[in-house]
């Protein structure tokens, strides 16, 4: 079920309920740009600064709606963290979108063919994000 | 100072800062994701950005001056550094990133020193010049006006 265009809010049977991203990034500075882009968007976000963090977060938090997460980070990549979902059938249908500086068209081909429902170059624009809006998981 | 005068040093230094290629439009970008719910929030990056960057280049410096240098791990750090200055917009830091990231492909220990020490200058330039857009921004606020948008 798509969300309205550039709104964070989908339907739920006790009504409208907040769309949760979960926001990846090693980066401080990225991770705080993200943030802020997504909850302009008016979607609740979390940001950890780790794919194992991530991992820890879905493990115990069941309402996420996306996954946005940067490739390259030390000791598990973004890649590596959607191959992660992908394989586990408690979290495979929740969208996950890799974003990059590097425009490095294998690195892209191999992402969108693991399963990455898209690939964001950075800096990562509001643009990028309203192009986001109607992949959510519902 | 009026704060018109202080609106109108404050367009002049910051038109410069674009045309000089110290800040690029991600600079903007930033602008124009402040509201009110976040009226800190270009303050709160670029502080990051500082942090973030002088802890980098601490990285680097200690990663080259070892015997045997662990190119891999200076090209980590640049990679580090290139992304979090073009979040921010630091364009000529940026730069210095790209160059300094094919001395690392090249294995060129001098070569990186220079780049090194490149974007040490470039990031205590920018790191100067948008303290003084800070600066302005609060003195032109304390005295009553607003920020002019330069978009």
Known sequence: M????????????????????????DSSVDRAVIAKLLRSSKYRVTAVDSAKKALELLGTETNVNMIITDYSMPEMTGYELLKRVKESP??????VVIMSSENDPDKINRCLEDGAEDFLLKPVRPSDVSRLCGRMRS | MESS?????????????????????????????????NPEFVTEVV????QDSEKLQ?????????????FKKVAAHVHQLKGSSASIGAQR??????AFRICCEEMNREGCLG??????????LVKSKLETVFRLEQQIVAGGGSIPTMW
Do not use: W
């Open chain 1, 2 to 25: 798509s969300s309205p265009r550039g709104g964070g809010k989908e339907r739920g049977g006790d009504g409208e309920r907040q769309i949760h991203v979960l926001a990846v990034d």
């Open chain 1, 90 to 95: 408690k979290l495979r249908e929740i969208p």
């Open chain 2, 5 to 37: 005068d202080l609106q109108r040093r404050y367009i002049d230094f910051t038109s410069t800062l674009f045309r000089e290629g110290f800040l690029d439009s991600q600079y903007t970008q930033l602008q124009q994701l402040q509201d009110e719910s």
């Open chain 2, 47 to 50: 502080t990051l950005f500082f």
């Open chain 2, 58 to 70: 601490d990285d680097l410096t200690r990663t080259l001056d070892q015997e045997v240098v662990d």
């Open chain 2, 93 to 98: 830091v940026k730069n210095v990133c790209m």
């Open chain 2, 115 to 124: 780049c090194l020490q490149q974007a040490r200058q470039e990031y205590f």
